[in-house]
DNA sequence: ACCTGAACACCGTTCAAGT
DNA sequence: ACCTGAACACCGTTCAAGT
């Protein structure tokens, strides 16, 4: 005779185990603990401590688990309210929450960078504060759009530098790319060798203060040509 | 008795059926297709004709497959001479140039931005000559690091935002947001509707120059800085 | 209503075997 | 040397069954 598997079964009758919230919670400590790419409906139940199955009854897929997780992401960007400062203020005060909220969910923004579609929920919340201080800054509204478009761009990117190494132009850890280039020929990429030859080691890293500069920069230019221009 | 199942086997003897080359180019055929997630070994070696496990013998697993194309997509990377232009010509050709390269193989790019590792060797080639252009505006080297990060950032931020709906700040097609807009209750992201409302049609699409146009300004406001607090 | 478990059609990769 | 095929440890998801 075989012996029976001893099967988990529900711990207290009638009472539910599993919710969608629960569920999502779950899924994303999964997700910042070891990425989107290992995050499974099978370790996920195995998290849960329930058969892989049961959570297709609170939830249609997979598909399913990370759109619900962007509101959960997404709700928790705080842009502080800074009443005496300029729009440049208001756009460093949003652009510091956005960095804040992406660092602590990194893997999930990631896959939501590179996925979309699931972040157009996320758009509109995150968006609302980012043109309200750009509209302070005097922007004509086809401009606000695109000022906010290279700022999320670049928020985006800086996140992703961050968390990755770094891919053609990521912040931080260049460490990598000056191995690289000692691989090479001496003669070969001049200009890295010569520019990254002057920099001391503390401007190694990625500068998100001098980076956002560059960027708030740009859009100020944009408003001043307007303000000369027309009107 | 069961019948004998047909096999492949070589098609002519002593020839060699794979070759690295010939295996990295219907790999990248494949990833521009269907993309990343659908790309597999097996989908790979059923492209070619042969059985999934023969790759391994070229190539020692996915990864290096992967790895093995961004120098083959890179490598593709041209950035005309534009003899007669300034630093800002020379940059505006770059970001041509990369933008023309991400847009053939968005597919694969995409997936380098958010794995990045993979991306260190094409960071060479591709900051070589944009390392080139920035340095002809009289930027101190830790600011043409950083004017390349927000550059390459913005770039790459672009290139995903065509190519899926968008995400948070991603340009083109922009209709998924406005009609999730819609669907919220009128007193909600006031801003945004205000700004959105006031645009014509070919306002909604993102406008790759312009958005250029404000990463550069913001470059060029930073080099008049240094000039003028400096030297 | 909520959960389980077998099953199906997929993965990447190892390893022994064929020619 | 180069390719095959069985096998292993995984996937997401469907569906019938249990309580």
Redesign the pocket.
């Known amino acids: 005779v075989t012996t029976r ?1 001893q ?4 711990p207290k009758a009638g009472q ?3 919710t969608r919230k629960r569920i999502l919670a779950a899924a994303l400590r999964l997700i910042n603990e070891e990425g989107v790419d290992r ?5 996920l139940a195995t998290a849960l401590g ?5 959570i ?3 939830l ?4 399913a688990i990370l759109a619900g997780l962007v509101p959960v992401v997404f709700g928790q960007l705080q842009v502080p309210v800074v009443a005496d400062a300029g729009w440049q203020g208001q756009v460093r005060a949003f652009a510091w929450a956005y960095r804040n909220l992406v660092r602590t969910h990194s893997n999930f923004v990631l896959h939501l960078v590179s996925n979309a579609e699931l972040g157009a929920n996320a758009a509109l919340a995150a968006n609302e504060r980012l043109f309200a201080a750009l509209a302070r800054a005097g922007l004509p509204p086809a401009w606000i759009v695109r000022a906010a478009d290279v700022l999320i761009d670049f928020l985006n990117g800086f996140a992703l530098g961050e968390r990755s190494g770094q891919l053609i132009g990521q912040p931080e850890e260049r460490q990598p790319l000056l191995h690289l280039l000692e691989q090479h020929p001496a003669d070969q990429f001049p200009v890295l060798r010569k520019v990254y030859a002057s920099l001391d080691k503390a401007e190694l890293a990625g500068d998100f203060e001098a980076e956002l500069e560059i960027v708030l920069a740009g859009i100020e230019a944009i408003a001043q040509r307007g303000n000369t221009h027309e009107s």
Chains 1, 2 share one sequence.
């Open positions: 598997k099967r988990p079964g529900r539910t185990l599993l995050f499974s409906m099978r370790r329930v058969d892989p199955m049961a297709y009854h609170h249609p897929n997979k598909e």
